[in-house]
């Protein structure tokens, strides 16, 4: 069968859903998506390795 593929982000990447785009997208550290109507971004990865600071908006 072998072995699955690794899910998520990289490590140094943030991964954000859309429900409205239904979509997923990659970011730098500490950066939003563009917040283009509808600004519905919700962050799915987690702060580890960086300053566990709130993205700004």
């Known amino acids: ?5 690794e899910a998520g982000a990289p ?3 943030w991964e ?4 409205s785009r239904g979509r ?3 970011t ?11 600004d519905d971004w919700t962050l799915l990865t987690e702060a580890a390795g ?3 600071e709130s993205p700004p908006s």
């Open 11 to 13: 490590a140094d990447r």
């Open 16 to 19: 954000w859903f859309s429900p």
């Open 28 to 38: 730098e550290p500490k950066q939003r998506p563009p917040a283009d109507p509808p």
């Open 50 to 52: 960086t300053d566990a």
């Open 24 to 26: 997923v997208v990659t």
């Open 1 to 5: 069968m072998g072995t699955a593929a």
